[in-house]
């Protein structure tokens, strides 16, 4: 079966750091696109960054576009997710995706374009 497992999240000041990682069973995520998404309490979950499968470029929101990467390790079957410079309102639910019906290279960005999802991992950033 395919799996996502999050990791990471967790209790941090405003302005720290957290790391989330994204580990794939079931799947290369080197044929997906993966995608990270947050939903915080009250809001639709929205898309915060790609990486796509291919030599497409990676896609960060704009509200965390300078504070925010993503990175992929092919060895590891892992996505991390690197956050820096945290605000309050990064507080949220964040999940993993993978997408492969869009083919080779492409951002997917919106929750409806995932095939497969993780179950996610809570980060609070308190002020």
């Known amino acids: 079966e395919v799996q996502l497992v999050e990791s990471g999240g967790g209790l941090v000041q405003a302005g720290g750091s957290l790391r989330l990682s994204c580990a794939a069973s079931g799947i290369s995520i080197d044929d997906y696109a993966m995608t990270w998404f947050r939903q915080a309490p009250g809001k639709e979950r929205e898309g915060v960054s790609c990486?796509?499968?291919?030599?497409?470029?990676?896609w960060y929101d704009d509200s965390v576009k300078g504070r925010f990467t993503i990175s992929r390790d092919s060895a590891l079957n892992t996505v991390y997710l690197q956050m820096n410079s945290l605000k309050p309102e990064d507080t949220a639910v964040y999940y993993c995706?993978?997408?492969?019906?869009?083919?080779?290279?492409?951002?997917?960005?919106?929750?409806?374009?995932?095939?497969?999802w993780g179950k996610g991992t809570l980060v609070t950033v308190s002020s």
């Open positions: 995706g993978a997408s492969f019906t869009y083919g080779s290279g492409v951002a997917v960005t919106t929750p409806n374009g995932m095939d497969y």
């Open positions: 990486i796509p499968s291919g030599e497409g470029s990676t």
